[in-house]
């Protein structure tokens, strides 16, 4: 139901989904009317589809406060429940963050140790796309939170690409002794974890030059980050736009520069894993396509059919 | 002497520089092999060039502690004792960051209430470009510190634009609550401040929207926006180089995509103003070109000719 395209593009997205992945089955839980339009779904696909009614929808600015107080019959909490009790293997929700941060703590619980969920996206690189972690709201953090978050990210990265991630740590420059005495902290433990391939320092630059496959900073850096990347993609390709418009020669261009955009399209990349709590929960950003959609919810299926709150629980674990 | 391209690239930026300000003198300090070799620029150029010899050159890894103890014979040194000594009006220097920045503090003494220099640069945006401190060593800061930065950053930006900035706080979103509570703290510093004309909280994108003038950030934040930018303007290039790439129309289009790829190169935007020292000092990018180089010394021209020292001096004074 949340999202900037709500139960339209949810309704879009759910035929991709199960049309590329013969052995998914989806369980939609939203309001009554828009369950409803599930039955215009071709037959052979419904077959895959269960629906679970809810009275109500978060608001998409509401508080996490709110979400725990007045946010028990919406539509998030009832999948969250039904995850919670192993009706589903996985949730996928492109609603509010703090929502699905809070009701994911409350109904979920937290894995051994772990305090506040993590968020963790990727980014294109020129090689293969390179994880994040965390994005969420850990802005002031220690160096076993972050310990914590190569821990938690390491699993998670390992399932969807099949070999363990070398893991970067965000710092001001990439010389052991650089950048706070917290992050030179961090990278003694992370890199004393045989578990761990810890391969040092990257600059905000390296991140996006494939130099390693998960990199591990707190929400703030993570969102700067993000955000810094998004801005400067955006402005590298309107200053293109603006430079080749009105030209002949661009128009035969066209199918070359859409696939060039598309290939760095956050929608592309869609589907942040929020680490840290005991289930499969998939954030997927308010603005994506119904293919970036599809994509988290096999993002999710991956995730839940790879294991990831069983092998989390042996890692965590095993570490204490 | 410094930089990737030492000296070599210093004597092709001289006459760029000269010849584009008729008003302009320099004052060359450098090795005597090095200086010999201004001979051979033309007579109507060496006419506004001095030259002071030095005896050695700081290495580009030194720390602060070796440019004090070692360093005073340096080129560096030199030209810095000259600009505490009203020999010259601005100082501009590729080499090392850490060392421009010791020897600054040490030769030219701190403005009144500033601990340490903050490093400004300026990026591309759809618009005019924005400006952005601290890039430097300021690494933990306080909310009064941000302040100091948003005071220094304002005269010098004003100086160059010919109008106050608006000043937006780096953060992680933009409304008032958002992120930690020491960027609340600073916030209401700045907004309070009668002579800065403060925009609010930016994200990280909004940096490159044209939104805000100036950002004011801690030195670690600052770092990892434009190292991100960085990584994300030439990973957008190198993604449309390859998509373009083989194609008679590409070549139709070299000079527009030039164009574009120029408008975004960092050399466009070399130059970056240490400030909170009793003196006009600019660094320049150690990868810059000639172009950079030169555009690094029209920058510390137009910072000196505006009087930036005197006039932080006048804004600090009333500030306490």
């Not at 990210?153 to 965000?170: C, Y």
């Not at 890199?191 to 591990?216: M, R």
């Not at 293109?240 to 418009?245: S, T």
């Not at 589907?271 to 308010?286: D, E, F, N, Q, Y």
């Amino acid at each position: 139901m949340g999202g900037d395209g709500g139960s339209d593009l949810a309704l879009e997205a759910l035929p991709i989904a199960l049309s590329a992945d013969p052995a998914l089955h989806c369980l939609c839980v939203g309001t009554s009317p828009t369950l409803g339009r599930i039955q215009s779904l071709p037959s052979s696909l419904r077959q895959r589809i269960e629906t679970l009614p809810s009275e109500s929808v978060l608001a998409s600015d509401v508080s996490a406060a709110q979400a725990i107080r007045h946010g028990q019959t919406s539509s998030l909490a009832i999948a969250m429940k039904a995850l919670a009790e192993d009706h589903a293997d996985a949730l996928v929700s492109a609603g509010s963050t703090v929502g699905l941060m809070a009701l994911s703590r409350q109904l979920l619980g937290m894995l051994p140790g772990i305090e506040r969920p993590a968020l963790m996206a990727s980014l294109p690189t020129l090689e293969a796309p390179v994880w994040v972690l965390d994005l969420g709201a850990n802005v002031q953090v220690d160096a076993r939170r972050l310990l914590e978050f190569a821990q938690l990210g390491s699993v998670a990265v390992e399932i969807v690409t099949g070999h363990a991630p070398r893991i970067g740590l965000l710092n001001i420059g990439s010389e052991p002794g650089k950048g706070p005495d917290m992050l030179r902290e961090a990278a003694r433990l992370i890199d004393a974890e045989p578990t761990l391939d810890y391969a040092g320092f990257v600059e905000g630059d390296q991140v996006f030059s494939g130099k390693v496959d998960l990199v591990v900073c707190d929400g703030f850096a993570g969102n700067i980050l993000l955000k810094s990347a998004e801005g400067a993609v955006r402005l590298t390709l309107g200053t293109l736009r603006a430079a080749l418009q009105g030209s002949f020669a661009t128009r035969l261009l066209k199918g070359r520069l859409r696939q060039a955009h598309d290939s760095l399209d956050p929608a592309r990349h869609n589907g942040a894993p929020m680490l840290g709590v005991r289930g499969t929960v998939i954030k997927s950003h308010g603005s994506a396509s119904q293919q970036g959609l599809a994509q988290a919810i096999d993002l999710a299926a991956r995730q839940a059919r790879g294991g990831l709150v069983k092998q989390l629980e042996t890692r965590l674990w095993s570490a204490e």
